[in-house]
Structures are given as C-alpha cells and as structure tokens.
C-alpha cells in the first residue's frame, strides 16, 4: 500500500496507471474510518484493478459552528484497516494543497444544494461538491463508491458528473448498520452511553414510516407523521427533518406514486446524525 500526500504524486502515480489500462475505483472518505467505508472499499475491489482512498478532512463542508476542528482525525488507524483491506493507495492530501491561497472558485448544484441537509447547513453542499470534483480532477477516478447513508449527496454529486461530462461511473453501497439498527457513523464517537440509546429514534422513525408505507399509505404527510411521532418524549433528541422527497431531484413528494427517499436528520444532544431509507410502490 502506498501512502500519497501531494497532488503532484498522485498524479504521476494515475499517469502510470492509465497508460497501463488499469481501472481505478476511489472511495472518498473524510477519515475515522468504519465498517460502512470498509464495504466501499470492497465493492471498488470487485469493480476495479487499483483502489485508491482518500482521507481529507474537508472545511469547505463544514458550517462555522460545526464539529471541523473535534472531527476524528487517526491517519495511522485507517492506514492499517485499508492495509488489512488490501487498499492500494491513500491520498491524505493537506488543506493548503487542495485550496491554494485565495481561492475563490466553487462547484455549485444549484436548486439541489439547498435540499434536506443544504437547507440547514447553508453551503455545506457547495464545499462536498467542490471537493468531490477536485477529487475526480486530481485522482481520474473510473469510478467512485459512496455510502447510501449519504443519499442527498449521492444524488447532488451525480447531477454534477453528468452536467460537467466527468467520464466517472458512481457506484453506491447499502447503508451499514449496527445490530440494533443504527446506521454506523464516524460521528457515533461523539455519543455517550445514554444518546447512544437515543440515537436508535433515528432508524426507528424511518420504520414507522416505512411500515406504514408497506400496509398501503401512500399520502407523505401521514408518512412522516408516523415518523415524527418517535421523536416525542425524546429530552435529547431534537429533529432537524423528516422528508419524502424524490431521490433523483430532492424535491419533496405530496404522494408516493414511484421510488422515493425518506430522509431523516437529528440532534442527538449535540451530535448530528442523518439517516434514510428506499420506499418503492413498483416492489
């Protein structure tokens, strides 16, 4: 495994490997790394003849009174996880080498960016986006996995792809869960014993809708009702949404009549955790 810190590097190392027609797969990761990252990095393996991760901490994401400087940040753990995983290069570039001095240009989705998670966290799609496409600019990814609990920004990174013609194919993988049912998240660090507990209304809001869904509701109103009802009683868990929207557009559905994203979000104490779940009437 080959640990890369400058651009420059790792594109010399892509040069190389294009000219002898390997494919590469890149999982994009921000670090404090999990068992969902880890089953990314094994569907790029299956796809692909060089996996490549990279772990980069991203400000431009983060709001000014977000979590950016506490983040989790062990480079050394997650190099020997992809080790064990058989990852053949990390690219754990630095913040000055990403955004020169001064810089001033930006990658903006516009309409999506400001759905679900966009609209309460105000430019935080703006920095995904712009580092997404630095990502694809400096590694040529063939293609790049990412994690279905992140499907707002799934959606937003492949509008981006086909409206700027990037040759990157976008490969998703199911949400990872605890045994308990809670999606697993570098931010579940954040969590003491007794949020940990309450953490759980996430996924168990997303069922009540989805239940109900299931014996034949269709109206998204009675829907996230459901789903808003397991945040009662709940002292230290505050919602920030609870949506049905559509998974290609993000915009918010009135009735289900095709696929459609229930999408949920939450404070539990002071750690934000978001969570979804896949409702198809065709199935």
């Known amino acids: 495994m080959r640990l890369i810190k400058t651009i420059d590097e790792m ?4 040069k190389a490997t294009r000219k002898s027609g390997q494919r590469l797969g890149l999982v994009p990761t921000m670090g404090a790394l999990h068992e969902g990252h880890l089953s990314l990095v094994r569907a790029a393996r299956e796809k692909s ?10 400000p431009t994401q983060f709001g000014p009174n977000e979590d950016f400087a506490k983040y989790p940040r062990n480079l050394e753990n997650d190099s020997k996880m992809l080790e064990r995983d058989q990852v053949d290069v990390i690219f754990a570039p630095s913040v000055d080498d990403m955004y020169p001095a001064d810089a001033v240009t930006w990658v903006t989705v516009e309409g999506m960016s400001d759905r679900l998670c966009g609209r309460s966290r105000p430019g935080h799609f703006r920095g995904v ?3 997404v496409a630095k990502l694809f600019h400096i590694i040529e990814p063939d293609v790049a996995f990412f994690g279905q609990k992140d499907a707002a920004q799934i959606t937003i990174i492949r509008r981006m792809v086909r409206d ?3 040759p990157v194919e976008i490969g998703v993988g199911a949400i990872v869960r605890e045994s308990d049912g809670l999606a697993l998240s570098s931010r579940n660090a954040y969590l003491d014993p007794q949020e940990r507990k309450s953490a759980l209304v996430l996924h168990r809001s997303l069922q009540s809708a989805a239940q109900l869904f299931q014996r034949g509701e269709r109206n998204s109103e009675s ?3 459901a789903g808003k009802q397991e945040f009662a009683n709940l002292p230290n868990a505050r919602l920030d949404y609870f949506e049905i929207v559509d998974p290609n557009s993000l915009e918010p559905l009135a ?4 696929r459609a994203l229930i999408a949920v979000a939450a404070f539990i104490g002071n750690t934000r955790l978001i969570d979804n779940v896949i409702v198809d009437p065709g199935r």
Do not use: G, K, P, Y
């Open 49 to 58: 003849d060089i996996v490549a991760v990279s772990i980069f901490v991203n």
């Open 164 to 166: 700027l013609n990037m």
């Open 11 to 14: 594109r010399e190392l892509r």
């Open 129 to 131: 986006t712009t580092v």
């Open 255 to 258: 009735t289900i009549s095709n």
């Open 223 to 225: 829907l996230i009702a």
